[in-house]
């Protein structure tokens, strides 16, 4: 606890370089050669193995860990990135208790699974160490495909369709790739700008230009893209953020968790970031556990998460819950923002009423002081121009046909599959293959 | 409790785990280490004949194979005897002898196989008060280019002239320790005896080579990039060891023979089930080497309270218990039915049943769409390969069927009397054969 922990107010420098340093380095350092040969000897090499069937890259994991286990990491590597060209950022981000290592047996059997994602890292981290690019672009198509977005969905899709021989046009509204990976995954996550690195090394393959500050609706038009290419992918993810729909919320303080974590990940010198003493995050999901945890590692004295619904709803995963909760984050629940108090314009409590399980209220408010709010209430679609919808994302059917017959869409902004890094993956790989299959025939 | 002293051709010990000629056994020092920590006896390391002692390479001189985490699962090694003037060794075993006098001492003796040789070194045995002598016929690299160790042992005349010479010139009890590296172990268990020898010691290490480095294409352990075999020991050798001992110990012409059983004892689980065959004690040295002499704690704990669980007060309550039931493969009861179960509580849902019995065997799990796994007796011939592969100890496990069921497989009414392949119809030697072409021809247990 430092003095400046105590000074009200969203300020900076509540914590010095080296707390700072320790606090966003790795959460799960690597493990070294001798540490993935112990992990890797637990695997059992299941016959169809479960923890394959709950990737939704459907990575052969048994093969690839049986791969380190012989002293090939690289070979590992290479088949990893059959399946998931981002398994590198993918072994860094992916929930694995919600996934593979939910679904391994050794889970089952001691409680203890075999620790997949850091054994990914591992073999992918030794890959791209050595600089090595395993795949070679075919022969070009002379077909031209642009992919909107360059998040995990677009690069995956980009990848992919340069490998078949493609020439690919990336557009991305912010001015570096990566989408998510870049400004959105917590820092702790992805340290030392492992988001470019990993793009770069994507971009290996050739044939893929990337177009920074280029958004549809802002210089692009979907219907000029797609008379200019013989193909278009969409994978915008979700920039809008909902309102709470208070009084009061331009207040100073009252801001977008995803806005806060993109700022807090192109920051260069962290002790000039300023937060809030008293900080609360409204929502449950894993925007919320982010912005949470990084605003306390920032030096905020008090954050408070409060999630309307129980605590077995909440949509980050209990391993989410309890990181938080182990970095001193108040979990509360059953809590929905009912009024803004600020002075001066400047945010100082928020009202919080409590509500049944159905949603209704108690009729009972607590106040909770206050200087910086983040909103982290789930992202939204920003539309689209003539696309069919379903639940306010972009309707798909099978490999992220839309309803243009030349138009796909993948990631966050196409409709089914969970918002994740790895979803986004696999949906843009499996549109590329479909967007090759119908250029090819 | 149980009494873990041993008389063993009247060398008595305070419990059955000797250290085998070894390293362990190179020097006063570790042997006295070796006894503070509670081994019961030890053979010394080699001894050779006077005058210039053996060299050994300067370079690496063990090989490994590792399982799961490293753990050691048989090392090599291409060692010579000891490498340390033979007064020095005799000095020095004269003097833990007469520090620990309870405990067993052996001196293991390897020089040419000449009658003078043997007439030199055994009164200088003696004279150190050591309890009994071991005759190394067994050593497998570098002095069996020289005529002795396992050239010795594989020439069963060699070991009985040997033997007699040694009967002859010393009164110590003798141990004859025998090589693995022979097709048939009886061969030189029966020489040993016809050459008077009170006992004998098995197995000596197996000729191996550990790995091939494929960078510079050399075996290993790796000396300025050539190798040659070295000798296999620790728990990868020891169903060889069984194997062996178990021969000796049912031949009609050694049976009753001292044994000393040798080959990956490394816990008093493995001493027992040598002693169960027959064997008077055990000598370990692998599990000494990787462990350090502590695990003689566990050993003789563990061997003292399974003695108690059963109710034995000594060593010789079960020794040899198992022999009579080491039988030949055509004595045993093709009317012993049984199916392998699944127990799906236990059950992790690994599927390693499923792919062994899918692709090597015979189709007899069934996997369903949720990952139950089954049994399907109709296939079942109960080889008891997914018990083997099965991560979950006693997950799968085999039921015998009654008698009077009827075995799905095959169809046909599980006998309760007893039946092999001796009357067996299939079998051409049998008194019920019934030549083929005619229908009774019966098509199992055929694999
Ligand atoms: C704070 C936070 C933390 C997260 N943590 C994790 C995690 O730990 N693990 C995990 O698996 N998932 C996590 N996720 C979810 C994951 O980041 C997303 O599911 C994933 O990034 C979706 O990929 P995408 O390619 O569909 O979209 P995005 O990554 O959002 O990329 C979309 C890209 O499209 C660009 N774009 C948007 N609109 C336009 C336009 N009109 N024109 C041109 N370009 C445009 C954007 O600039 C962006 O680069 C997190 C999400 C957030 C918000
Ligand atoms: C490095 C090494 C040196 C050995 N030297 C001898 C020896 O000099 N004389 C001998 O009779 N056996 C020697 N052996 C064989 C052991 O005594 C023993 O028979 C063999 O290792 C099997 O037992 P274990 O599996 O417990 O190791 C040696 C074994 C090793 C590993
Ligand atoms: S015992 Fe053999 S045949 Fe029977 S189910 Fe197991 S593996 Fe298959």
């Given amino acids: 606890m430092t003095e400046a922990m105590r000074l009200d107010g969203i300020r900076a420098g509540r914590l010095g370089p080296d707390d700072l340093a320790r606090n966003f380095g790795d959460l799960h350092p690597g493990l070294d050669a001798h540490e993935a040969t112990v992990a890797a000897d637990r695997c059992y090499f299941c016959h169809d193995a479960p923890c394959i069937a709950a990737c939704p890259t459907d990575i052969d994991i048994p093969l690839f860990i049986r791969q380190i286990q012989t002293g090939q990491p690289e070979a590992a590597a290479k088949t990893i990135f059959d399946q998931n060209i981002m398994g590198g950022m993918c072994a860094r981000v ?69 490998m078949h021989g493609h020439a690919v046009t990336v557009y991305d509204a912010q001015p570096k790739p990566g989408g998510l990976n870049e400004y959105g995954i917590a820092a702790y996550k992805t340290p030392d700008g492992f988001a470019q690195a990993e793009v770069d090394w994507l971009l290996k393959i050739g044939g893929i ?69 008293h900080v609360v995050v409204i929502g449950g999901g894993m925007t919320a556990v982010d912005a949470a945890v990084q605003a306390k590692l920032l030096g905020a004295e008090v954050v408070t998460i409060a999630y309307r619904r129980t605590r077995d709803r909440m949509p980050a995963s209990r391993w989410e819950q309890d990181l938080a909760a182990s970095h001193g984050v108040r979990l509360a629940f059953g809590l929905v923002p009912h009024a803004l108090h600020a002075r001066g314009g400047k945010l100082r409590e928020v009202e919080l009423a409590y509500v049944n399980p159905d949603m209704t209220p108690t009729g009972e408010t607590v106040r909770v002081r206050a200087d910086q709010l983040f909103r982290a209430i789930g992202q939204k679609l920003e539309a689209v121009e003539g696309l069919d919808l379903a639940g306010g994302k972009i309707a ?46 | ?126 004279d150190t008060g050591s309890d009994g002598i071991e005759l190394n016929f067994g050593c497998p690299h570098g002095m069996s280019e020289r005529g002795m160790g396992s050239a010795v042992g594989q020439v069963p005349e060699y070991i009985q002239m040997v033997a007699e010479w040694c009967k002859h010139y010393t009164h110590l009890p003798v141990i004859v320790k025998l090589t693995p590296n022979i097709t048939d172990i009886r061969k030189p268990a029966r020489a040993a005896k016809a050459g008077g ?21 050399a075996p290993e352990p790796t000396i300025d990039g050539k190798g040659s075999h070295g000798g296999y020991c620790g728990p990868a050798v020891k169903p060889i060891a069984l194997s062996m001992v178990s021969e000796i110990a049912r031949d009609p012409e050694t049976r009753g023979m001292p044994i000393s059983g040798i080959g990956g004892v490394t816990t008093w689980r493995d001493a027992a089930e040598f002693i169960a065959l027959g064997c008077g004690n055990v000598q370990v040295c692998t599990a000494a080497m990787t462990y350090g002499f502590k695990v003689v704690q566990e050993m003789t704990a563990g061997l003292s309270r399974y003695m108690d ?31 392998a179960r699944i127990d799906q509580d236990a059950c992790i849902k690994c599927g390693r049943c499923y792919a062994a019995c899918e692709d090597t065997s015979h189709q007899a799990v069934a996997m369903s769409a949720d990952r139950t796994f089954t049994v399907v007796d109709e296939e079942c011939v109960a080889c008891n390969l997914c018990v083997d592969v099965c991560p979950v100890e006693d997950c799968i496990t085999m039921e015998r069927l009654e008698a009077g069921t009827t075995d799905p497989r095959t169809g046909r009414i599980v006998q309760a009397e007893p039946a092999d392949w001796t009357t067996h119809p299939n079998n051409p030697g049998s008194p019920n054969y019934v030549p083929a072409g005619q229908d009774t021809m019966v098509s199992e247990p055929a694999e």
């Fill in chain 1, 94 to 162: 992916c929930p694995v208790e919600t996934l593979c290592q939910e679904a391994c047996v050794r889970e089952a059997a001691e409680g203890k699974p075999v620790e997949i994602g850091r054994l990914q890292r591992y073999a992918t981290d030794a890959m791209m160490a050595a600089g090595e690019h395993p795949y070679a672009r075919a022969p070009d198509t002379g077909r031209r495909v642009a992919v909107v977005g360059a998040g995990p969905a677009g690069l995956a899709c980009a990848h992919r369709l340069a």
């Fill in chain 1, 209 to 277: 230009a990337i177009e920074n500050d280029k958004a549809i609706g802002k210089g692009l038009s979907l219907s000029a893209l797609r008379s200019d290419f013989d193909a278009v992918f969409l994978a915008v993810g979700l920039g809008g953020v909902g309102a709470l729909g208070l009084d009061g919320e331009d207040a100073a303080g009252v801001e977008n968790a995803v806005d806060f974590i993109a700022a807090l990940r192109q920051h260069d010198d962290l002790t000039t970031l300023p937060i809030g003493r």
């Fill in chain 1, 396 to 441: 798909v059917t099978g490999a992220g046909r839309t309803s243009l017959d030349d138009v796909w869409a993948g990631g966050d902004c196409a409709a089914g599959g969970e918002d994740l890094t790895v979803t986004a993956v696999a949906e843009g790989r499996d549109a590329a293959e479909d967007i090759h299959g119908s250029l090819s025939s």
């Fill in chain 2, 1 to 126: 409790m149980a009494d873990l002293t041993t008389d063993f051709i009247g060398i008595r010990s305070p419990n059955p785990f000797w250290l085998a000629s070894a390293p362990p056994t190179d020097k006063e020092y570790n042997v006295r280490r070796a006894f503070d920590a509670g081994w019961g006896g030890v053979v010394w390391k080699t001894l050779g004949a006077e005058g210039p002692p053996v060299v050994n390479v300067n370079g690496p001189r063990y090989g490994v194979i590792h399982g799961a985490d490293r753990r050691v699962l048989g090392i090599n090694n291409i060692e010579l005897i000891t490498d340390r003037p033979l007064q020095t060794n005799l000095d020095e075993i004269a003097r833990v002898k007469r520090d620990y006098p309870d405990r067993a001492m052996i001196a293991s003796i390897m020089v040419p196989c000449e009658e003078e040789a043997w007439k030199a070194i055994l009164p200088r045995v003696e």
């Fill in chain 2, 197 to 217: 020898a009170d006992a004998v010691s098995l197995i000596n290490t197996i000729n191996s080579i550990t790995a091939v480095d494929l960078d510079d294409f």
């Fill in chain 2, 309 to 339: 669980e059963k109710g034995y007060a000594s060593i010789e309550d079960f020794r040899g218990r198992a022999v009579p039931n080491v039988t030949d493969w055509q004595h045993l009861n093709l009317n012993y039915v049984t199916k």
